[in-house]
């Protein structure tokens, strides 16, 4: 079956080849000894062997489907899912205060938020193993918009709550980087996740923009019914676009299965790839503690420029806005500069040391200005240490659960969100600004001085 495909597969590349009959014996056995051949080199194609045909092997994975390149298409869903997350997260501590929540109360929310997506993370991500990617992202966005359109028809603190629940399975940052690991070679891996950035990052700037005009000239509810059309969109971009299954073109497991065969909710299934994977305990356990600081201090982020700094929406938004613009500058190119000239270990101690600077300044902030400089470094450190843990999270597990491995990677950054705006909230009232920055620099001297694998 494999020689047939293969076969059907060079006929398309060279169809006049396909014509050409052999004309003697001993062209019928070259023939035999090149088919040989190319049944010999197909594995190696599909295992993502970039030393082999490269131009060729990226030529089938275009996945011409309605003659649309199904990157481009994660791609520009993925900046629809980041501007239409980034209306609402600019706006979301206006509209809590509009219907009397405090800011403790909006801890508790940011809380219930981050509780909902670690329960729905490795779910999802078993759920896109065994359904395919098309199905997840279209669960994906559909939460999203339903998420957005209950929030925006909120009036009482209820609501509010209420709209979190959909976060369930609002996870299509996590859909798309299944996709981009089901079609890219290891090597290649965290500068193809690194550029997700260019796309997240452009909605990140345009988001929050787009919510504070909205907010200013109109309302907050009005801001997230704008995000709820956005992201209907995406789901019909997804229904004309997306094919089925992103694995049956990418690379197959030794056992040449394409998609896992357990259920979604086989919960031995998901702790055996975590506990069998050589070193996923250790990233996953590397990545909550490296990101508890930033959920903190992003977490409160709109809070402090509205109380400490007396900031409006839109100039909120403008800050947020900038931000993306660093992270998707740096995650679009700078990681693919820094994995073509040192190793992972040397970019990830690179990037606890910017991290480890960044919240030392923090700890002195008092302008807005001087906000903005550390928000800057901090996004810098964030974009690479959170694109290499993740690209070797992935390569510690066959292309069949890398759904699953992302899912649990999602999760855990969630376990540590879950607690983050709460303790976050606590410390801005209790401790103010200065007590993220300590937080952080402590966090970071501990790992730069860990053992690392």
């Not at 993370?121 to 669960?139: E, K, N, Q």
């Not at 918009?145 to 979190?164: C, D, E, N, P, Q």
């Not at 990101?291 to 903190?296: D, R, V």
């Not at 040192?342 to 919240?359: D, F, K, P, Q, W």
């Amino acid at each position: 079956m494999k020689l047939r495909s293969h076969k059907m597969l060079s006929n398309q590349l060279n169809p006049s080849d396909s014509q050409a009959r052999p004309n003697t014996e001993e062209e019928a056995t070259t023939k035999t000894d090149t088919d040989d051949d190319n049944q010999a080199t197909l594995p190696r194609l599909m295992d993502g062997d970039s030393s082999t045909d490269g131009p060729r092997l990226r030529k089938t994975r275009q996945w011409a489907y309605l003659d649309m390149d199904v990157i481009k298409v994660v791609h520009v869903n993925l900046f629809l899912y980041s501007t239409c997350f980034s209306i609402q997260t600019g706006v979301l501590p206006y509209l809590t205060r509009s219907l009397n929540l405090d800011t403790v109360q909006f801890g508790y929310l940011q809380t219930t938020f981050y509780l909902v997506q670690l329960i729905g993370g490795p779910l999802y991500g078993r759920f896109a193993d065994v359904h395919g990617s098309r199905i997840a992202m279209l669960l994906a966005f559909s939460s999203a918009a339903l998420m957005y359109g209950i929030l925006g028809a909120a009036t009482s603190a209820f609501g509010v709550f209420l709209s979190r629940l959909p976060s369930l399975f609002l996870h299509a940052f996590h859909a798309s980087q299944i996709v981009i690991v089901d079609v890219t070679e290891p090597s290649k891996r965290a500068a193809a996740l690194g550029r997700m950035s260019l796309s997240y990052g452009l909605g990140r700037v345009i988001g929050p923009l787009i919510g504070g005009q909205v907010a200013s000239r109109f309302s907050e509810q009005s801001s997230s019914f704008v995000a709820c059309g956005g992201s209907l969109l995406s789901v019909l971009i997804i229904l004309k676009f997306i094919p089925k299954n992103t694995k049956t073109s990418g690379a197959k497991d030794a056992s040449g299965e394409t998609k896992s065969s357990e259920g979604i909710f086989n919960i031995s299934k998901i702790t055996s790839i975590l506990t069998k994977s050589p070193g996923a305990i250790f990233f996953i356990f590397f990545m909550m503690i490296a990101g508890a600081p930033s959920y903190l201090f992003e977490g409160m982020l709109s809070v402090i420029t509205m109380e400490t700094f007396k900031l409006t929406p839109d100039q909120t938004g403008f800050i947020l806005s900038f931000s993306g613009v660093i992270s998707m500058l740096v995650q679009g190119f700078g990681i693919g500069i820094l994995t073509k000239r040192y190793s992972e270990a040397v970019i990830l101690n690179g990037s606890i040391i910017t991290l480890l600077i960044s919240y030392s300044f923090l700890c002195f902030v008092s302008t807005t200005s001087h906000l903005i400089v550390v928000l800057v470094l901090i996004t810098c450190g964030n974009g690479v240490i959170g694109t290499v843990l993740t690209s070797s999270l992935t390569k510690t597990v066959s292309v069949t659960d890398t759904g699953t491995m992302l899912g649990l990677g999602h999760a855990s950054q969630s376990l540590v969100s879950t607690m983050s705006p709460t303790a976050g909230a606590y410390l801005l009232e209790r401790f103010g600004l200065t007590s993220f920055g300590i937080v952080g620099v402590v966090v970071y001297l501990m790992l730069l001085f860990a053992p690392k694998k």
